[in-house]
């Protein structure tokens, strides 16, 4: 895709409506897996960036969807969005089975899987977290990660807001 047609696709994006939206469709999702699954908005009024609404789906789709595939039944899941300054801040917090410190370094190259037995069962490619980076990227955010083996992982999206 061209600049321009990418740049033709940003639009104002309410990220109340994506989170809250994201976590009600794959509620089935996360009930099939025994995971407790909720959202967490933290912000009063409507939190608004610039950017594609497909892509932005997409990103916290594969973030919710990878922590419902990595926690164990019984595991909790959860979306928070919150603003930090100029930011969205878009959390997805799980209980699941963590990354090592050694795997923290890749797991945003492509190809890249932690344990290919695991993701071989799950269905992935090794692609999904280096086109959540690349998604975030061309918004101009960053994506992060804290996690410890055992305890599970949050997954953190700084978005730009008000550039408009």
Not at 59 to 67: D, E, G
Not at 112 to 141: C, E, F, M, P
Request: net charge positive.
């Amino acid at each position: 895709m061209d600049k321009q047609s990418a740049s033709a696709r940003r639009q104002i994006c309410c990220l109340n409506d994506l989170v809250s939206d994201l976590v009600e469709e794959l509620a089935a999702l996360a009930i099939a897996h025994q995971i407790h699954l909720k959202s967490d908005i933290r912000v009063a009024t409507p939190l608004n960036v610039l950017g594609d609404a497909d892509q932005l789906y997409r990103l916290v789709a594969n973030l919710i969807v990878n922590a419902i595939q990595y926690t164990p039944s019984g595991g909790k899941v959860i979306a928070i969005l919150d603003r930090s300054d100029r930011e969205a801040v878009i959390q997805v917090q799980d209980t699941g089975i963590g990354i090592s410190n050694a795997d923290k370094k890749r797991i945003f190259d492509r190809f890249y899987r932690v344990n290919s037995d695991r993701s071989r069962h799950t269905g992935g490619s090794g692609l999904g977290l280096a086109i959540a980076q690349a998604i975030v990227q061309s918004h101009k955010g960053s994506i992060q990660v804290q996690s410890e083996l055992g305890k599970g992982s949050t997954f953190t999206i700084r978005l730009p807001m008000g550039n408009w």
